[in-house]
């Protein structure tokens, strides 16, 4: 069975630090292109970093660079999303997402496998 579980989110005050997880099962880890995504209330979901466990490159939104680090660990088929110095605007759903080619990319609809979603929310 394909699945991806995230955890993680919570709430946290502005500046502080969250990292979430999203543990894969079901795929060839190696072949994947993992996003995360959020969405707020109201808004559109938006793509915050990926990457391609084929080749390694990544991707971040303008709004999370320098702020937000996107990692792998192999061993436990596992990406994860550090995120520091969180502020209000941050809040939402975050979302991990997986394709099965590889690819990294910033558009939702390369991904075909989606998580349940987790909450952050940064209190200001």
């Known amino acids: 069975e394909v699945q991806l579980v995230e955890s993680g989110g919570g709430l946290v005050q502005a500046g502080g630090s969250l990292r979430l997880s999203c543990t894969a099962s079901g795929f060839v880890f190696d072949d994947l292109g993992i996003g995360w995504f959020r969405q707020a209330p109201g808004k559109e979901r938006e793509a915050v970093s990926c990457?391609?466990?084929?080749?390694?490159?990544?991707y971040y939104a303008d709004s999370v660079k320098g702020r937000f680090t996107i990692s792998v660990d192999n061993a436990k088929n596992t990406v994860y999303l550090q995120m520091n110095s969180l502020k209000p605007e941050d809040t939402a759903v975050y979302y991990c997402a997986a394709n099965g080619v590889g690819v990294r990319s910033s558009a939702a609809a390369w991904y075909d496998y989606w998580g349940q979603g987790t909450q952050v929310t940064v209190s200001s």
């Open positions: 990457i391609s466990l084929d080749d390694g490159s990544t």
